[in-house]
């Protein structure tokens, strides 16, 4: 049994599949209704409304409802797509045990304790046939698929068949009235010939639980108490008992033949799941569960599927493997279909059988291994016991006659997978988990040990991959040694491609493409299963879900190519066709739409004219495309997809476009975009936007200020009477200050109220005249006139020298590939600042102040402020105004003709190195790279130089040394700040061979030691200890330029561990007990050792080096 599903819940009474969605339905005790998706394991709906247990419950073929009944005595009618309940129905006085939609008829079938089967119109919603005649609790009843027949079981001990015919002809026929339709009326409950008992089945000797129908045959099973499935036989006039099985040891809670095959399921309270062989009548297969019984079967209509329901939840599960198995050659596929191998030719789509099979294995073949250089196959064959596995091999006949097959005698030997390594060599992975070479007479000629692999795969000649739990290794098997390994979890089938450059890694929910050398390149995790894959000729890894074809690129990019009606198995993929097979092993092709990823491809590979050509004729479009060109920083091509203004205007300001920003900006005509817009304009110096876009948002400040910055004191003049019409008095004193007219400061100061201030202004800046007028108006008696500072200075701003007409140049790179190609096309074109969109722009901007004659130049007009500056952008492309004769450095030239000659356009210069990331290149000392700061290299070196593998401590050491390694200092007032990178061989180095200038030296460490020793000698132990243990820590970050330097850090280190080992003790001693004579001892033990740890410590003093006298121990 393959599991596919499973839920935890409450006890399960009752389940339905979905004939034609992926969807289940399950009736619980506690009386909630669960939707279930089985394909993505999801909750999708709960219903409750039921008061107690829900047994019955069963979706409509066609309608999207679906039917339940409870211990209630309720049957209620659901619309799946409202989401409620539509009606219930009354009339049973006991618990309803099932319920049925009939399969054409607008009718539900009910089963109940009250001893009745009823049958309603849920159209008319009445109940129009009682079916009396059980005298005990009606346990099930169903419709006949096809016949006017209903199965009834009982705990009674029968099983009753009844003829509904009659009530068909009276209710249904084209003569019916309509009353007869509609209601129960004329119908005689006690007896009459709408339904009549046709058969009784007696022969179980306890309650029969269920009874149900074959799909095709006149065949009726049914599982009782008396633990035994039986099998009844009927014809027009008579049923009669086929046979018995038996096994269950407890009750028999349900039994169902299989759709498709001549088998029976039964499920049961001894906790079993049991298959059995109709024609045998033999058991064939049992599941068990561990505590949970057993009380309902669902089995699909059309799928191989089946469900059951136990005391925690229930499993969605298949009796066997689905998945052909099939192996591909060139232009050839071989596959296995009803014991026989066949072939297909991709060309011409000529199928034949080219062998007939071995019979004598019970299960299908699990996969297969093809050897073209002999015209061999390996067909493995697993058991579900795996060490009853086995696998054979054929040498396929070269004339073979397609109607009548040869039947080849093959060589079967057991093993639980084989595949070919080499032209007459083949590799078996055995039952005790190692592998076997064996030769084309299934001979062994090598045996190979092979650590925890429980599944090979084909790798090339000579090679395996090795699957273990976690893991995939690549094995040579002549050398017999592992080349490398990547971290994947359980690994279900490995698709090479056609060149065996890459691999596709698929396991259960994830895959993971990988070069030849096992590299993990990307990986992908799925929601639901994976089924298959194949590569294209492009490098495209195409593969299937449980509903979708997708598709990988080896970059990491993946979407959806098409969905899925019913999982497909995919064999080869070629230009727009998908060769696959399908569950029942029939060849299929299937068309697909390759634009999206050969537009991906063709991006990621750089081949832009393949990209421009499918944005020109191919139909990409969707939200995906756009997201995708944005994230992979093509904003410029996902500009052509966009119709939605406000979507182009975002992806304009990411590209920097201001053309089709300013388009954009005046279709929307919003506030926030007009401030994005004057944001990007000035960055990119273009104030003729930026001006357009303050007068559109009234920014009368900052307008202001951008003509006091470009030197327009005309324009600024203007603001100042708009700002006196306005009647904003600080506006207009600020432009008053900016323009440095004192006179008119004066009049503002003096209209507002301020005579004090307006006397000194007009004082300090010489207006005797106005001063002494100012003067006059103090009362002496109120009023204080104000002292002149003798010492002021005047606050004149310097004029412009050069007012900026045009914008400000930028950089002489090129559009860009796509910018240059798709330039003029769609809304992209040029920049629209002529006269007639610049006068429009600026009236709007203005609105009602627009009317303000201030003069007879017409301010407000933005035109006249753009004057020349405009036609001439106009001329040059707006924007991209650029000086042609602008003098590049000779770098950026080189990089622009290296850029230029192929592909017709310029590349902007590349970044350098940083010095910290050319330190980290020249240096393998740890503190190099933490100075650089680089901590991840910094502590690999640690860990590899000295061992280390706890950095807690090393902490405030590693953020002390990135600290010291760069200087700061300001460069002008209105940039940030900058950093310099001072280097310790700056005499003999250039740039590429720089080493950062090491704050921390042996010498500071010596002296570190000598305040160590002084506070061992005042008896601060515990201090000390932490002292010695930060020098220890530091010597591993010291950079010392000789050996003896070497020799005391290495001496440092000796003393350092020997004190706080010595110290340590002496810390513990202290804080022993010392009541009992053992504690004493303990005592004394460790005092002798803390007395012995720093006398070891002393050199001689004629063995130390002059310089290690400093180092030397306190007396």
């Known amino acids: 049994m393959l599991t596919k599903f499973e839920t935890k819940s409450a006890r399960v009474k009752g389940l339905s599949f979905h004939s034609k969605r992926p969807w289940i339905l399950a009736s619980l005790h506690n009386g909630v209704i669960q ?21 019955g419950i069963d979706f409509h073929k066609q309608q999207p409802l679906f039917v339940s009944g409870g211990d209630d005595y309720k049957i209620k009618v659901w619309n799946y797509k409202l989401r409620r309940c539509l009606f219930t129905l009354l009339g049973h006085l006991d618990y309803i045990r099932t319920t049925f939609f009939h399969h054409e008829y607008p009718w539900i079938l009910s089963a109940s304790d009250d001893q009745t089967i009823r049958i309603w119109n849920w159209q008319s919603r009445t109940c129009v046939c009682v079916l009396t005649g059980h005298n005990h609790y009606v346990m099930c009843a169903q419709f006949h698929p096809s016949e006017d027949l209903v199965v009834s079981a009982s705990l009674d001990q029968t099983v009753r068949v009844w003829d509904i015919s009659g009530l068909r002809k009276k209710n249904l026929s084209p003569g019916a009235v309509e009353s007869d339709v509609r209601g129960i009326s004329g119908v005689d409950l006690f007896g009459t010939t709408d339904a009549v008992v046709k058969y009784v089945l007696e022969g179980h000797d306890r309650g029969v639980n269920w009874a149900t129908f074959h799909p095709t045959m006149a065949l009726i099973v049914s599982g009782a108490d008396d633990r035994q499935v039986k099998i009844w036989r009927m014809n027009d006039v008579k049923a009669w008992e086929v046979d018995t099985c038996r096994g269950h040891y407890n009750n028999v809670s349900c039994a169902a033949f299989h759709p498709r095959q001549e088998l029976i399921l039964s499920n049961s309270e001894d906790k079993s799941i049991r298959v059995w062989d109709m024609s045998k009548r033999t058991g064939v297969q049992t599941f068990r569960r561990d505590h949970d019984r057993f009380w309902v079967l669902g089995a699909h209509p059309n799928l191989n599927l089946f469900a059951a329901g136990h005391d925690s939840g229930m499993i969605v599960f298949k009796l066997e493997r689905e998945r052909p198995a099939y192996a591909v050659h060139g232009n050839a596929l071989f596959y296995v ?10 060309h011409s789509s000529k199928d034949v059988a080219v062998m007939q099979l071995r019979s004598g294995s019970k299960f299908p073949v699990f996969s297969m291994s093809y050897n073209p250089a002999e015209n061999a196959v390996l067909l493995c064959t697993r058991a579900s016991n ?53 030769n084309l007479k299934n001979e062994i000629t090598k045996k190979v040990q092979v650590p925890n692999c429980d599944e090979i795969f084909y790798a090339g000649t000579g090679n395996l991959l090795l699957r273990d739990a976690d893991s995939i290794t690549l094995f040579d098997v002549q050398q017999k040694r592992s080349l490398s390994s990547v971290k994947i979890c359980k690994v279900k089938y490995v698709v090479w491609s056609g060149d065996m450059t890459h691999v596709a890694l698929l396991s259960k929910h994830a895959i993971m493409i990988c070069n030849r050398k096992l590299e993990s390149l990307c990986s992908i995790h799925e929601n639901i299963r994976v089924k298959s894959g194949a590569w294209d000729e492009s490098g495209v890894f195409i593969y299937t879900t449980s509903n979708h074809i997708k598709y990988a690129l080896i970059s990491g990019d993946h979407g959806i190519i098409r969905t899925l009606d019913l999982p497909i198995y995919v064999t080869r993929v070629k230009g727009n066709s998908v060769y696959c097979l399908d569950r029942d092993c029939r060849p299929r092709v299937l068309t697909i739409d390759p634009t999206e990823f050969k537009f991906k491809l063709a991006l990621v590979n750089r081949k832009y004219d393949e990209v421009l050509h499918m944005v020109r004729n191919a139909k990409l479009v969707g939200q995906s495309i756009i997201a995708y060109l944005q994230k992979k920083g093509y904003p410029e091509v996902a500009l052509h997809f966009v119709k939605d203004e406000k979507t182009r205007f975002s992806l304009a300001l990411e590209c920097g476009n ?12 919003e506030k926030g975009c007009w401030e994005k817009l004057g944001e990007l304009a000035l960055l990119q110096g273009n104030h003729q936007i930026v001006e357009m876009c303050y007068q559109r948002t009234k920014n009368f400040d900052k307008l202001s200020f951008l003509y006091l910055i470009t030197g327009n004191l005309e324009k600024l003049r203007k603001m100042m009477k708009i700002a006196e019409i306005r009647k904003d008095m600080s506006g207009h004193y600020q432009n008053a200050l900016y323009l440095g007219d004192v006179g008119e400061r004066v009049r503002i100061l003096k209209n507002c109220g301020q005579k004090s201030l307006a006397y000194l202004t007009a004082a300090t800046h010489g207006l005797d005249e106005e001063a002494e007028a100012l003067r006059a108006t103090f009362d002496p008696e109120k009023e204080t006139v104000p002292e002149i500072d003798p010492e002021a200075q005047l606050l004149q701003p310097p004029p412009p020298v050069m007012p900026l ?12 590939y796509f910018e240059g190609n798709m330039a003029g096309r769609g809304k992209g074109g040029q920049l629209a600042v002529d006269q007639v969109a610049m006068e429009s722009a600026g009236t709007g901007g203005w609105e009602e102040d627009t009317e303000l004659l201030l003069d007879e130049d017409g301010f407000v007009d933005a035109a006249d402020g753009f004057g020349e500056e405009a036609a001439r952008a106009t001329e040059e492309g707006g924007g991209w105004d650029v000086e042609e004769d602008l003098d590049l450095p000779p770098e950026l030239e080189l990089a622009a003709s290296g850029g ?36 991840e290299t910094a502590a690999r070196l640690l860990h590899d130089q000295v061992g280390v593998t706890n950095f807690g401590p090393f902490k405030n050491l590693f953020l002390q040394s990135f600290a010291r390694g760069r200087s700061v200092f300001q460069a002008l007032p209105c940039l940030p700040a900058m950093y310099g990178y001072p280097q310790r061989n700056w005499k003999d180095a250039g740039l590429k061979s720089g080493l950062p200038a090491v704050g921390l030296k042996l010498a500071d460490l010596i002296q570190r030691l000598q305040l160590c020793y002084q506070l061992t000698t005042s008896g601060k132990f515990e201090e000390a200890v932490e002292r010695f243990r930060a020098i220890l820590l530091s010597v591993p970050l010291l950079e010392v330029e000789s050996k003896q330097e070497i020799a005391e850090a290495q001496q440092l280190i000796t003393i350092c561990r020997e004190y706080i080992v010595g110290l340590s003790m002496e810390s513990e001693r202290k804080r022993l007990p010392k009541d009992t004579l053992e504690q004493q001892k303990r005592i004394c033990e460790v005092g002798l050792g803390s007395a012995i740890a720093p006398s070891a410590v002393r050199p001689p003093v004629s063995s130390r080096p002059l310089s290690a006298l400093s180092i030397s121990s306190p007396p």
């Open 337 to 346: 279909k009803d014991r026989f191998l066949r072939q297909l030719d991709f």
């Open 900 to 935: 230029g000659s192929s592909d017709g356009f310029f590349v902007s210069p590349s970044r350098g190195s940083s010095p910290a990331q050319v330190w980290c290149n020249n240096s393998q000392l740890p503190v190099d790279h933490l100075v650089a700061g680089s901590f």
């Open 386 to 438: 795996l060490e009853n596995s086995t696998y054979d091999l054929y040498s396929i006949p070269k004339d073979s006659d397609s109607q009548n097959p040869d039947a080849p005698e093959g060589k079967r030997s057991s093993g639980l997978t084989a595949v070919w390594v080499a032209r007459n060599r083949f590799a078996v992975l055995d039952r005790m988990h190692s592998i076997l070479i064996k």
């Open 35 to 55: 939707l279930w998706d089985y394909r993505m394991c999801t909750l999708i709906d709960k219903f409750d409304e039921h008061d107690g247990p829900v047994r």
């Open 805 to 816: 007409d045009t914008n400000w140049p930028l950089l002489t790179v090129s559009k860009g």
């Open 658 to 669: 201001l053309e089709i920003a300013l388009d954009a900006a005046k279709a929307l005509d």
